[in-house]
C-alpha cells in the first residue's frame, strides 16, 4: 500500500488569506454610502497621491470644521429591525465655514459664557480652570481632554494603494505641505500644487510615529519622482461628488437644532447657566433667522454631519467620522484595556467590542495590549449593547459660577418652540 504523502498539505498562506477576506468583505458589505471611505495615516510610512479638484478654481482640499457635541440619535443594534433614541457625541458642523453665517451658535454660545464669568472671576487661573470644559484640559494621566471649540481639519480625494478614498489632514500636515510648494529660488509659492497636479504632481509623503512629542509626531515630505494620474483614475474620481458640494453649504435648521439640543445639555452639565440667560436666548433667536432650511433634495447617502441617520452598530461608515470619534467610548475602552494585565483577559475584551486586532500565541500580555490600544487609536470603537454607555473615566474639573441655574435638558425640537419655552420660564422665575 502506498503510503499518503501529506507534503501537499500546508498552512495557508496568511497575506493571501487575508487579501482573500478584506476582498470579499468589501464586495458583500453595504453601508447605504456609495462614497469612498476615509483613508487613515497609519503608523510608519505613507505615501498618498492627493488628487485634483473637481473644479481647477476651487482648492485640492476643503475645510470641514466640526464640535463634539452629545445629542439623540436614531441607533439600531445588530441584527435588529429596531430603532431607539440613544445619546452618542457627534460632530456638528460650523455656520461660518459651512453656512456662510457672520456668527456660529458654539462661538457664540463659548463667547457668552467667557464674558459673563470674567466678571465673576477675577482671578485668571481660577477663570481658566472654569473654562476647561470649554477649553479643554490636561488630566492626571497626562492626557489631553478636548472642550467644545471648534476643531478645522482638511479633507481631500487621495489615492492609497492604489484605492481612492477621502483623507482628513490636521493642521500641522497642511502648514507643512504649504512650506513644501515654495519655490526655493523665488521664495514665493509655485503657480500650480505640485501635489494634486495630476500631470507633474508628486506623492504626499507622511511619516507617523506616536511615541514623539505631539509636535513632531509627523514627518512630512513630497515625493522626488513625479507621479501622474492615469485617465481611469481621473475617470473614478469624475463619478465622485466633489468637495465642494460635500462640505459646502451644508449648514441648515436641522443641524442648529442639533447643535443647541447639545450646547443646552452641555451647559447643564457644567452648570453654566447660559439658557437662564434672557440675553442668550436673544442670541440664538437672532442666529436662526438666517439659517435656512433642509434642503428638499438633501443627499441621504452620505453627509460631513450624519447625525440626522440611523446609524448601525455595524455599520463601517461610521468608523472614521462618528464611533471613531465617540471620545467617551474610546476613553473608556482604553481605561478597561490598561487596568487588564492578563493576556486572556485582553483577547476576550478585543473579541467582544469587536476590535481588529491580530494577537499571536508569542505575543505577551504587553504586547497584546499596545496592540489593542492602537488598534483603538486607528480604527475607533463602538461600545457593545450591554456597556454602560454613561460611565465615566475621568470626571470632569467643575467651578460652578455664582450665577449658574441648572437647566433641564431635552432632545432637539423646533428651535422657536424651544426658545420659547425657556422665555415662560425666565418669566415665570422673575
Known sequence: MTKFDRSQFKGADLKNQKQHIDSVTEQTSYSGNTRPKYVSIEEGKNVFRIAPPHDSKNPSMEAKCTVWLSIMVDWKEKDSEETKKVLKRRPLLNA??????????????????????????????????????????????????????????????????????????????VNRMNELSIDEDSDEPIGIDPFSDPDNGVNLIVVYDKSKDSTKKYAVNRGSKTSAVTDEMLEELSE??????????????????????????????????????????????????????????????????????????TDESTTTEAAAADEDTVALAKSIVEDLTDKDALVAFAEEWGIPVTILAKHSAERAKEDILDAIDEHGIVAPANIDQDTKTEEKPKAKPAAAKKAPVKSAGDVTDKVAEMRDRLKKKS
Open 240 to 313: 465622485q461628488d466633489s468637495l465642494a458640494e460635500m462640505l459646502r453649504d451644508q449648514y441648515d435648521m436641522t443641524v442648529f437644532n442639533q447643535t443647541l439640543e447639545g450646547l443646552q445639555r452641555f451647559d447643564a452639565e457644567n452648570e453654566f447657566g447660559a439658557f437662564d440667560h434672557q440675553d442668550f436666548l436673544d442670541i440664538c433667536e437672532e442666529l436662526k433667522t438666517t439659517i435656512p432650511e433642509p434642503k428638499a433634495d438633501e443627499d441621504e447617502e452620505d453627509t460631513t454631519n450624519d447625525t440626522n441617520k440611523t446609524t448601525t452598530a
Open 96 to 173: 461660518k465655514v459651512h453656512g456662510g453665517q457672520k456668527k456660529d451658535l458654539v462661538e457664540a454660545y463659548i463667547d457668552f459664557v467667557y464674558n459673563t464669568t470674567a466678571e465673576q472671576y477675577t482671578d485668571k487661573k481660577e477663570h481658566r480652570k472654569l473654562m476647561n470644559p470649554i477649553f479643554g484640559w490636561r488630566g492626571s494621566n497626562g492626557k489631553w481632554n478636548s472642550g467644545i471649540k471648534p476643531q478645522v481639519g482638511w479633507v481631500c480625494y487621495v489615492w492609497k494603494n492604489e484605492k481612492l478614498g477621502r483623507l482628513e489632514l490636521n493642521q500641522t500636515i
